[in-house]
């Protein structure tokens, strides 16, 4: 079975500092990885993914995240937070050896930056 | 082009009743998704249609949850008999029918609201 935690349910953080948003997975295979963010009354947009290759994946908005093997994680990150930058955030995970195309994500966690 | 379409945008209805909710892939996506989104829960996988084969309903919480896909593109979610605990933001995605890496885009979702 697959599945994702973000331990954190809401992250503060002041305008212009770094910003990282934990996440953490279990897969029996491989991970394919991904985060999504989510406005207010809005659907999902995707950010970024990890596939294969290289640890450090660059997404839109300047959004980055790691993949760590051996801390089964991939916090998101971005150097310099913005104000439009608050919303909520979803990594999600879909085992390649599983057979099945569905996402786990985890529960969310509510990004607020502050002017 | 255009995104994922979803609607309606927002439905309240009356326990027992039932309803259809509908999604518009992207145009040229044949792997398409429904998703639930609700509070305490997160969001959950409830069904997955891959051109002609047969759909994987491995998450359809009772057999009230049915859909179906007329000609590879529109979907449909019907949900009879419905209960309370049915509200939630009912999700669409769609990806290419490529690699199991391909991305999930989303739809902006239909808020179902029960009675």
């Known amino acids: 079975a697959q599945s994702v935690a973000q331990p954190e349910d809401q992250v503060n953080v002041a305008e212009g500092n770094p910003l990282t948003v934990k996440c953490t997975y279990s897969v029996s295979g491989n991970p394919y990885l991904f985060w999504y963010v989510q406005y207010p009354n809005r659907g999902l947009q995707f950010l970024l993914k990890?596939?294969?290759?290289?640890?450090l994946v660059k997404g839109s908005y300047g959004f980055e995240a790691e993949f760590n093997k051996s801390q089964t994680s991939f916090h998101l990150k971005k150097p310099s937070a913005l104000v439009s930058d608050s919303a909520l955030y979803f990594c999600?995970?879909?085992?390649?050896?599983?057979?099945?195309?569905?996402?786990?994500f985890g529960k969310g966690t509510k990004l607020s930056v502050i002017p | 082009g255009a995104g994922v379409s979803q609607s309606p945008s927002n439905k309240v209805t009356e326990k027992g009743k039932d309803v259809e909710l509908r999604c518009d892939p992207i145009?040229?996506?044949?792997?398409l998704y429904w998703y639930r989104q609700s509070l305490g829960q997160g969001l959950e996988f409830l069904i997955y249609?891959?051109?002609?084969?047969?759909?994987?309903k491995s998450g359809l919480p009772s057999d009230r949850f049915s859909a179906e896909r007329t000609g590879g593109s529109v979907s449909t979610l019907t949900i009879q008999r419905t209960q309370q605990e049915d509200s939630a933001v009912y999700l669409c995605a769609s990806s290419l029918p490529l690699a199991e890496t391909d991305t999930q885009y989303f739809g902006p979702g239909t808020r179902l609201t029960v009675l």
């Open positions: 145009s040229g996506h044949t792997a």
């Open positions: 990890y596939i294969t290759g290289d640890n």
């Open positions: 249609f891959q051109g002609n084969s047969a759909p994987d």
């Open positions: 999600a995970v879909r085992d390649i050896g599983a057979g099945s195309y569905q996402l786990t």
